[in-house]
């Protein structure tokens, strides 16, 4: 059976509204707007390890293996203040 976007939506709406529960809208909004924020701020973090990555393997002519990708990114020597705030630079990266 196929669903229309107006019933998507309201199968949708009904499930967000048991999940609240008796949560007021508003406390509900702040939780979800935060949740939002959080889960951006790691992705942005992820595409620019990504980004990082395929430099470093294209400046040292190899791939990395799984396990450098791992230690790279828990460094996280590739974030948004990587050590010299004097100079920062608009991000040049592919990520959105």
């Known amino acids: 059976m196929k669903l229309t976007q107006q019933q998507l939506e309201a199968h ?3 499930a ?3 999940l609240r529960g ?3 809208g508003q406390d509900y909004k702040n939780y979800i707007l935060s949740l939002m924020f959080y889960k ?4 942005q973090w992820e595409c620019e390890a990504d980004d990082a990555i395929a430099e470093q393997e294209r400046l040292q002519g190899r791939p990395f ?3 450098q990708k791992e230690v790279f ?6 974030g948004f203040l990587d050590g010299d705030a ?4 608009p991000p040049t990266s592919s990520c959105q």
Do not use: S
């Not at 990114?73 to 590739?78: I, L, M, Q, S, Y």
């Open 12 to 14: 949708l709406w009904g």
């Open 40 to 43: 951006r701020l790691c992705d």
């Open 73 to 78: 990114r828990k460094r996280g020597a590739h």
């Open 22 to 24: 008796k949560t007021a």
């Open 16 to 18: 967000a509204n048991i």
């Open 86 to 89: 004097d100079a920062l630079q």
């Open 65 to 67: 293996t799984d396990k």
